[in-house]
């Protein structure tokens, strides 16, 4: 897709008119007076959150919004391959992958032999992401569409949610002896009603409210770390230049100092630019300079000479200052938590390296289930305990990764660096699969098993994002992606992988009764824990209507057929998902898959007793 060329527009370019295309405002609407869930703040960790829980029509779900209306422009823009994965859960991946701008290959640039006078010159080309890492691509795309296509999944859900806009959170108490345990008091800010406060009563709040959140404050909570006092610069422009790659992705160090991280934008036209501004003193924050855009476009110029950089358009900018900072915990009670944070409210850091935004979704994507199976009375409330320690522990090596690739630019940058270009390449390379979100592994836990049995299916790491792989479904012949069907449904996955041993009938029965333990009478047999089958034979030597009851189920009111519980390899494209993902052929293997898409547990088939122990640690017998 083409667009921006005459200047950036916002909203959905698939939409001619420019005034249709950004919509009409949000209304301020009415809040209830209690609800299950509050969140506050719809930045990209809270309308994840809303969109999770708008999947269940049963729990009350509001989330309030200080600014006016959606965001049009501007902010994060780097979509990691991971979260792709997780979009594809929420149904709109390939919305972004077919508007998005494709990160296909890196360009590195030095500080040309000559000496400054002559600039600089490439120094290296890379391939962005490995082969096979996952099925999606790295991707830019600009915050707010992301945010358009969560609030289409929140208006189409079962829950119907639109945000409140205009409310500013003005307090918040907790008292544990009632049901809805919260209390916040809300100060309206839209014209006709300023200053006027609503109080609202949760059973939880969840605060996705920034770097300066306000619900992070009630708690008690605050962000500690420090800073490399260093400013930068950030802008979306619309440009004509002579630099040769300004359609990739590239990191710049230039011998005058200063470096570049240049990202292009979708469209095809407008591209982003970081680049390096003043340091700063140890006492002063960036805002005291009063650097302008100006500054901005003057610093970047500077680092692509002798390369011209005409600015035509500036569709948002602004100016930050390097800093790694993170909240000791991230909700506000270790025994009974009724309050969290999330993304920038518990953990900031540089945007250089393309996570913020993609951590904070992930953040918000390990609650959302969690919250949903505790207010279904699937799960104790102490599952939510392990929020804050799963999601600690990631924030810490995010901040850890930005602290040293920020570092690395900036000191690779200065006058006489006796640091070698290369290196920001190769460090660059070594850690490709944390940048493209897929090195996130969950320590072990109640979620997440002991690692005896890995050896039975080596490309299902427990605790790390369940690897998706190409598969045949049995009942229609369609070729898929088998980590597609984990959809963000709050169910657990168990993948039945079949090994030439494995006798499926007698494995389907006692998994069956494992699953209804668990399982509410009335409801459909899948409605907890999703069972599916991944056998060896190619899909046109079986008989779907010879598959066990659990793989074959009948649903619903009328007892209809499942033909979507059997999957076999993609032989005829020679992409055996029992080879690409190391399945022990003849013993097999079952797979658990976390309601967020983690491997929660790897045992043999017949380990029944194991696998009925695992659910038990997390679900409530029904």
Known sequence: MQFHLDGFQPGDPDIADPVARIGKPGSPGT??????????????????????????????????????????????????????????????????????YWVNETTFWKPAAGGPIDGIMRSGRIQDTEDGLSEFPHVILNQARIHDFYLDVMRNSPARIEPHYSRK??????????????????????????GEIETIRARYVVGCDGARSATRKAIGR????????????VMDILAVTDFPDIRFKCVIQSPNGGSVVL?????????????????????????DRKLTVDDVIAAAQKVFAPYTLDVKDVAWWSVYEIGQRMCERFDDDATTPHVFIAGDACHTHSPKAGQGMNVSMQDAFNLGWKLAAVLHGRSDADLLRSYSSERHAIAKMLIDFDREWASLLHEASKPGSTIDPAEVQRYFVQHGRYTAGTATRYAPSVLTGASTHQHLATGFEIGTRFHSAPVVRLGDAKPIELGHVVCADGRF???????????????????TSVVKRFTPKAADIDSVIDVRAILQAGHRTLDITSMPPLLFPTKGKFGLRDYEKAFCPDLKNGRDIFDLRGIDRLRGALVVVRPDQYVGHVLPVTAIDELSAYFAGVLRVA
């Open 31 to 100: 809040l209830p007076q209690t609800t299950d869930v509050l969140i506050v703040g719809s930045g990209p960790a809270g309308l994840t959150l809303a969109a999770q829980l708008a999947a269940f029509a049963d729990i009350k779900t509001c989330i309030v919004e200080q600014k006016s209306d959606r965001l049009l422009r501007g902010q994060a823009d780097g979509v990691a391959c991971r979260t792709v994965e997780m979009f594809q859960a929420f149904g709109f991946a390939e919305r972004v992958v077919r508007e998005a």
């Open 169 to 194: 959170l003005a307090g918040l108490n907790v008292d544990r002896t009632t049901t809805h345990p919260v209390t916040v008091t809300l100060e309206r800010t839209d014209p006709g009603h300023e």
């Open 222 to 233: 605050t962000l500690e770390g420090d800073s490399a006092n260093q400013a930068w610069g």
């Open 263 to 287: 990202i292009p934008r979708e469209g095809g036209y407008m591209v982003r630019v970081y680049v390096e501004m003043d340091k700063l003193d140890s006492r002063e924050r960036v805002a």
């Open 493 to 511: 996955r168990v993948m039945i992988f079949a090994g030439t041993e494995t006798k499926l009938d007698a494995v389907c029965t006692e998994l």
